[in-house]
């Protein structure tokens, strides 16, 4: 602590022991103060600090061996160097989310190309929707290679300026996204072909064959044609409605799977569901999610299913925030449909609540808000 020779003592060593360590000024002489503990002052301060970004980037850095600034000989750990600490902690962050947002954007465009490509494979597609679409497809084929060019460049330009390139794209996707998802809802419900055994009314003369018989081992194999639906044709609103429930948990994939979550960026789970999540679709995005991606790798372990893998993904007070989307949604689900909730929303809120630190039980919002949403599911 104390260099034995000149009896000052080591700044960094100093420093790093606040709030244990003090100055005061007595008889007009300086004194260094740092308090004796149990607890090693380093681990305390640690403790204290669990939720300082700013030490953090510091202690992160100098844990890992990387260099926090170019030091001198002196000792003293000035303002400047822990402004270089956490800059140095902030940009390699920010590098990474990058990394992780650019990988995501480039899903979402292929994701939508291929919709659209098949939405122009559909039988029976009307001219001007068809017209819309190849516009569509021309729009993104260009944005895609705006985004390659972006990509290419992302490692030498500067991050601000790639950030707000990136933004720029993600916009103009959304647009065109928005706009296939009105064409496709806008289509009209697709007729069923007439089957190559059945006759029509001008062939009278010859008679059909009898529908229990051989004829029926010919329609059984058209179940394997790649034409024919493989399950019931659905409505134009109920077609819209699940592509749009697989959108979302599509988009929620991209934000949470891999090292680091996208929070709040411009696709971050929080971002998709304050868009999406409403009193209509709040029960079914539930169900659609355990019965997709909730069977796939790492989330099928998630014995609760939707709610304990977005609160996995959640620190602190934002679980409270993802909970409280559930929340009021299911709430509001509840009353249209005349269900008393007021005991299980009572209970969800509460486990929800963060404490003075932020911090939230996961256990405790999940079985609350899995028992809100069965009991609303039920009806």
Do not use: H
Not at 125 to 147: G, R
Not at 175 to 186: D, G, P, Q
Not at 187 to 211: I, N, R, V
Not at 256 to 277: C, N, R, S, W
């Amino acid at each position: 602590m104390f260099n034995g020779v000149t009896n000052i003592p080591n700044m960094v060593a100093f420093n790093f022991l606040k709030p244990w360590s003090w100055t005061s000024n007595y008889g007009n002489q300086i004194q260094f103060n740092y308090q004796d503990m149990d607890v090693p002052p380093q681990i305390a301060y640690m403790a204290q600090n669990a939720m300082n970004p700013v030490f953090w980037a510091n202690y992160n850095l100098a844990y890992t061996s990387q260099p926090i600034m170019p030091f001198t000989a002196t000792d003293t750990m000035n303002q400047q160097a822990i402004n270089n600490a956490y800059q140095q902690g902030y940009q390699l962050g920010e590098q990474l989310k990058l990394q992780g947002s650019l990988q995501t954007a480039s899903g979402n465009i292929n994701n939508l190309k291929q919709t659209v490509e098949t939405l122009l494979a559909k039988k029976d597609l009307p001219a001007d929707k068809k017209q819309e679409l190849e516009n569509i497809k021309k729009q993104i084929e260009k944005l895609e290679e705006k985004f390659n060019q972006l990509s290419k460049k992302a490692q030498t330009q500067e991050l601000n300026k790639t950030k707000e390139e990136l933004e720029a794209i993600l916009g103009e996707l959304l647009e065109l996204t928005n706009k296939a998802t009105e064409i496709a809802k806008s289509l009209p419900e697709a007729t069923e072909a007439t089957s190559p055994t059945e006759p029509t009314e001008a062939t009278g003369a010859t008679s059909p064959t009898s529908p229990t018989e051989a004829t029926n081992a010919t329609e059984a194999t058209g179940a394997t044609d790649a034409t024919e639906p493989t399950e019931p044709t659905l409505s134009d609103e109920e077609a819209a409605k699940k592509y749009q429930l697989n959108q979302v948990c599509l988009m929620l994939d991209k934000a949470i799977d891999g090292p680091g979550t996208d929070y709040d960026g411009e696709q971050g789970m929080k971002t998709v569901l304050e868009a999406f999540v409403n009193a209509d679709n709040v029960v079914e995005l539930w169900d659609q999610w355990d019965k997709t991606y909730g069977q796939q790798g790492a989330y099928k372990d998630d014995e609760d299913g939707f709610i304990e893998t977005l609160m996995d993904e959640c620190e602190f007070g934002q679980k409270e925030e993802i909970a409280t989307i559930l929340i009021n949604a299911l709430e509001l689900r509840a009353l249209k449909n005349g269900i008393n909730v007021d005991t299980e929303l009572a209970a969800a809120r509460r486990a929800a609540k963060s404490n003075w630190l932020g911090w939230s039980d996961s256990d405790a919002i999940q079985s609350t808000l899995k028992a809100l949403y069965e009991k609303v599911k039920a009806k």
